[in-house]
C-alpha cells in the first residue's frame, strides 16, 4: 500500500452522525495533516498533527495520531450535509520534508 | 488576501499541443509547489520552486514537462506535446516557509483535458 491511504473508500452517513475515517501510512513522518477537497474543486487544509502528538481538536474535527501503529483518524461529529466531500490525509517524508504524499482519499457523502 | 490563483481553471488540448499552466502564490509566499492528481487518484507531488530556482524536481516526468517560477509573474508549469495520459487536475500550493511544519496552501486547480 502507498504512504497515507485512508480508509473506507467511500462512506455514507446520515445528517448528525459521526464520521470516521482512517489513514494508514509506512514511512517514520514530522506532521501528519488532513484537507479537503470538494468535487472539483481545490484542497482546503482542515488540521495539522505533529508526531509527537496524540490527539488534536478543531471545532467538530478531532485527529488522532498513533506512531507505534503508523496511522490516524479524524472524527467529524454532529455532520452536516456540507461535508460531503473527500477527505485526504497527507504525509511528509520526514527530516523537514516539504514533499507532501496524498493517499487516494475517503469520499464521503453525508446523507440530509 | 487572496488565496493562491491558478489559471485557467479549465483547458482543453488536442493531443501534439502545448499547455501552460499559470499559478499565483498568496502574497508573501516565497515557495511554490506543483501537484498532479489522476482521477480518483490522491495528489502527486511533482516539482518544488523558489523565485529563479527549481530546487526540487524529483517528481515531474523528465521528457515533455518543465516549471519555472520567474522573479517577476507566476510560476509556469508547461507541457509540451500533450498526450491523452497527461489529462489530470494540476494543482499549486504555496508556502511562506519550507518544511513540513508550514501549511501548504493550494489552489483551485487546472483540469486538462487531452483530447
Known amino acids: 500500500s502507498q504512504q497515507g491511504e485512508e480508509d473506507p473508500q467511500a462512506l455514507s452517513i446520515q445528517e448528525g452522525e459521526n464520521a470516521t475515517m482512517n489513514c494508514s501510512y509506512k514511512?517514520?513522518?514530522?506532521?501528519l495533516q488532513w484537507y479537503r477537497q470538494n468535487s472539483g474543486r481545490g484542497l482546503v487544509h482542515l488540521i495539522l498533527?505533529?508526531?509527537?502528538?496524540r490527539e488534536k481538536h478543531s471545532g467538530r474535527l478531532r485527529v488522532t495520531l498513533d506512531t507505534s501503529k503508523k496511522s490516524s483518524s479524524l472524527l467529524i461529529t454532529a455532520s452536516r450535509a456540507a461535508d460531503t466531500a473527500s477527505y485526504f490525509c497527507?504525509?511528509?517524508?520526514?527530516?523537514?520534508?516539504?514533499?507532501?504524499?496524498f493517499g487516494k482519499g475517503t469520499k464521503l457523502s453525508v446523507i440530509p | 488576501n487572496a488565496g493562491v490563483m491558478q489559471n485557467p481553471r479549465h483547458l482543453v488540448r488536442r493531443r501534439g499541443q502545448e499547455a501552460r499552466l499559470r499559478c499565483s502564490p498568496m502574497?508573501?509566499?516565497?515557495?511554490v509547489y506543483w501537484y498532479r492528481q489522476l482521477p480518483e487518484e490522491g495528489l502527486k507531488f511533482m516539482v518544488y520552486?523558489?523565485?529563479?530556482?527549481?530546487?526540487?524536481e524529483s517528481g515531474m516526468p523528465k521528457e515533455r514537462f518543465s516549471a519555472e517560477f520567474p522573479k517577476e509573474g507566476p510560476s509556469i508549469l508547461r507541457i509540451q506535446q500533450v498526450v491523452r495520459g497527461d489529462s489530470a487536475a494540476y494543482f499549486c500550493?504555496?508556502?511562506?516557509?519550507?518544511?513540513?511544519?508550514?501549511?501548504?496552501?493550494f489552489g483551485p486547480g487546472t483540469r486538462l483535458t487531452v483530447t
Open positions: 502574497k508573501g509566499h516565497s515557495h
Open positions: 514511512t517514520s513522518i514530522n506532521n
Open positions: 498533527i505533529r508526531s509527537n502528538e
Open positions: 497527507a504525509t511528509d517524508s520526514g527530516a523537514g520534508s516539504y514533499q507532501l504524499t
Open positions: 520552486l523558489q523565485k529563479e530556482n527549481i530546487i526540487d
Open positions: 500550493a504555496s508556502s511562506t516557509m519550507t518544511g513540513s511544519t508550514y501549511e501548504q496552501y
